[in-house]
């Protein structure tokens, strides 16, 4: 038995001990089963933490969402109370962390202290939590901010109890493009894990950051000039609407538009090439840019930062807090035309004060291609007080009181009123009429005899063009040449009149055949002149028409000779083989250099009538006669005297030897009936 026992004992213990071990291994497998599970729960949540991260910054409407999203699931993630966003800004080109107004749970009173000091801090790379993160690009662990030397909100921070800290970075290849920072309330070691994960949250926060800056970039590119990178023609236009809308609004919102046009621009492109026209117009852009950044020009009712130029903020992707609406917007339309938005202005003089200023800013020469080049600027302005509906009624009417300055004098500014409007409108009407006028054939030919003062004969005529708008309305060439100078129509008009005159006199030099033929003096605009093929299509219609060249004299003004002499020497010498004959007209008022004259090859000096008149009053009248009359002499010329309208003109002009003269005294231009009756019966002149 009493082996029996012991051997009880024994099985017993071992039973026990066998109990142990089986107890000790569940217990094992147990603690390592649950430890897996826990890791395989958190490795479960970090991975729902990187992709509700993932998740919402691909479909985030901005960067600041994306960041706002990402704070809040890192907060409830890790349990710290705090979370805050930093944004990099270049300040004079050096990056520093700005603070944001992002933060994850800074409504907590215990805060408020720490979030205030906190609040618009601007962190130097190096300086701070933000700075540290933005230095080294990579997460950064402060165990404890009171004795961490590197924190600098050292006492806010225990006042708030907060003690660690770690802040990461958002980047963008290898540039920091924002720092989220979090704290505790209870001291921790740095946890590998959490800093991982955030490095994984700081990429794909970066490509939100990415992706929005190509979109700002595409947005960007489709309303900028691509040449100053100022804004262009449609971003003016939506900010000119805007502006519209406001003083719509709010009445005291007043605004003014400056249409700015180079004055010698054309001169500069065709001289020094397209490529120095470029750099001119980013020169000019950017003295335009610095004249419009200068502060105290105007003052602005609506308390908006005073004269700062709208921040054209480009590619840091996370820009877009609405930032003030009413900045000035200087644009390029265009070549040479630029257009400022001065939004939010007291009164027009505010708008003049900045005109003022611009056309300042161009007085100091540009240096292109190593030459000192002066330009200057012509500046229309509209003003809101018009009362304006649309925007390009508004630019419309700058555009029209920048012509206004320009035909003033240019370097100037002229501001728009509505007798400008008035006189467009009536210019545009105009322009329609005489288009239809040259399709109906409604314009018909005055003629004027050319008389010899020694024997009285007629020995030519000018033809004098007239619009016979309506059986009673005969307009004279004064109220429509300009306009039709202007829109071109000039060049079938001027043909037309060439080939008609030609044509007439042809008929009338057969009908009244003499010894010297009857001349025919043709009035020749600057704008035909400049016509490339103006001599072969004169040589077309003296060959249809069958005239004598020798007997055709055009008339050309001073100022179109000299304009571009050169040019204008040979294009006369073209004329001249023809065998046409080359009259210069109201001599004496334009300007001609005497030394050209000798160069031009012209036949005929017509005295304009303006001397003819003053002969009546003063000696220097006869006088300035006498000298034309002997200057044509010396260049071997013609002379026909204009404007002969009395007997005592013609004692005068025949007493200083003037051969020939034109003017009421003889007649009237007269039509076609006219002068067949004056060339049929020729009157009495007295000579
Ligand atoms: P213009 O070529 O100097 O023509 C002379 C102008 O003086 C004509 O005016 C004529 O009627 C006017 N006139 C003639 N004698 C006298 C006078 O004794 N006293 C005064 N006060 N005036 C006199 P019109 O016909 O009104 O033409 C004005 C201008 O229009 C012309 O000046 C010419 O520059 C331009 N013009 C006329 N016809 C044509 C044309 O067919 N083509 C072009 N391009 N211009 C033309
Ligand atoms: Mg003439
Ligand atoms: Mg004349």
């Not at 901010?145 to 006042?159: L, N, P, R």
């Not at 005592?648 to 007649?667: D, I, V």
Request: hydrophobic share 40%.
């Amino acid at each position: 038995m009493d082996g029996s026992i012991a051997d009880h004992a024994v099985e017993t213990d071992k039973l026990r001990r066998r109990l142990d071990r089986e107890r000790r291994a569940r217990v094992e497998a147990e603690g390592i089963a649950e430890r897996g599970l826990r890791e395989l729960y958190e490795k479960q949540k970090q991975l729902e933490l990187l992709e509700a991260v993932a998740v919402f910054a691909n479909q985030a409407a901005s960067v600041r969402d994306a960041l706002r999203f990402a704070i809040a699931r890192i907060c409830e993630f890790t349990g710290w109370p705090l979370g805050h966003v930093c944004l990099v800004e270049a300040v004079d080109a050096t990056p520093c962390m700005v603070s944001t107004n992002i933060w994850c749970g800074a409504e907590a009173k215990s805060l408020q202290g720490f979030h205030q000091e906190t609040d618009r801090m601007r962190y130097l790379s190096g300086v701070g939590l933000p700075g540290r993160v933005l230095a080294t690009g990579t997460p950064t662990w402060i165990v404890d901010v009171a004795t961490d030397e590197g924190f600098i909100h050292t006492k806010s921070a225990q006042a708030a109890g907060l003690k660690s800290a770690f802040g990461f970075p958002v980047m963008v290849h290898t540039e920091v493009a924002a720092v989220l920072e979090f704290f505790s309330d209870t001291q921790l070691q740095p946890d590998t894990t959490l800093l991982w994960l955030t490095a994984q949250i700081g990429t794909q926060l970066g490509r939100v950051v990415e992706r929005q800056r190509s979109d700002e970039k595409l947005i960007h590119d489709a309303s900028h000039d691509p040449l100053t990178g100022l804004p262009n023609r449609a971003l003016f236009l939506d900010r000119l609407t805007r502006a519209i809308a406001r003083n719509k609004r709010n009445p005291d919102a007043n605004f003014a538009v400056l249409f700015v046009d180079l004055d010698r621009f054309k001169v500069v492109n065709d001289s020094l090439g397209h490529l120095a026209g470029d750099s001119l117009i980013i020169e000019v852009a950017t003295r335009f840019q610095a004249s419009l950044r200068q502060t105290d020009m105007v003052a602005r009712p609506n308390a908006v930062p005073a004269g700062r130029l709208r921040a054209e903020t480009v590619g840091s992707g996370l820009a877009g807090d609405g930032g003030s609406e009413t900045y000035d917007t200087l644009a390029r339309l265009g070549g040479d035309e630029f257009t400022v938005l001065l939004d939010d202005i007291q009164d027009l003089s505010d708008a003049v004060r900045i005109a003022d200023r611009l056309l300042a800013s161009l007085r100091l020469p540009f240096t292109l291609q190593e030459q000192e080049i002066y330009v200057e600027a012509s500046i229309g302005i509209a003003l809101s007080a018009t009362g304006y509906a649309a925007a390009d009624e508004v630019l419309r009417d700058a555009d029209l009181a920048m012509y206004r300055a320009k035909a003033l004098g240019k370097s100037r500014y002229e501001v728009f009123d509505r007798t400008m409007h008035v006189q467009a409108m009536g210019q545009l009407a105009l322009e329609t009429d005489l288009r239809r006028a040259l399709q109906n054939q409604e314009f018909i030919l005055h003629y004027q005899p050319i008389v010899d003062l020694r024997t009285g004969d007629i020995t030519g005529l000018e033809a004098l063009v007239r619009w016979q708008k309506s059986e009673t309305e005969l307009i004279y060439p004064g109220d429509f040449i300009p306009v039709a100078e202007d829109t071109g129509l000039i060049l079938h008009l001027g043909m037309w009149v060439l080939r008609e005159a030609c044509e007439r006199t042809r008929a009338w030099q057969l009908q009244f055949p003499r010894e010297r033929p009857l001349t025919i003096s043709i009035n020749v605009s600057g704008r035909q002149f400049a016509q490339p093929d103006l001599v072969p299509q004169i040589r077309h219609i003296i060959e249809d028409t069958g005239i004598d060249p020798e007997t055709v004299r055009l008339e050309l003004t001073e100022s179109v000779t000299m304009a571009n002499a050169e040019r204008a020497i040979s294009v006369l010498e073209q004329l001249r083989s023809l065998g046409v004959r080359i009259s210069i007209d109201d001599f004496g008022t334009g300007y001609s250099s005497l030394s050209y004259l000798h160069r031009f090859p012209l036949d005929v000096l017509k005295i304009d009538r303006s001397f003819v008149l003053q002969m009546d009053n003063a000696k220097e009248g006869l006088q300035i006669v006498h000298t034309i009359l002997s200057l044509a002499r010396n260049l071997k010329m013609e002379v026909v005297a204009e404007g002969v309208e009395t007997d005592r003109h013609l004692s005068k002009l025949r007493a200083l030897g003037c051969e020939a003269g034109q003017g009421y005294y003889f007649s009237r231009p007269v039509n076609v009936a006219g002068i067949q009756t004056l060339l049929a019966s020729p009157p009495d002149w007295g000579c």
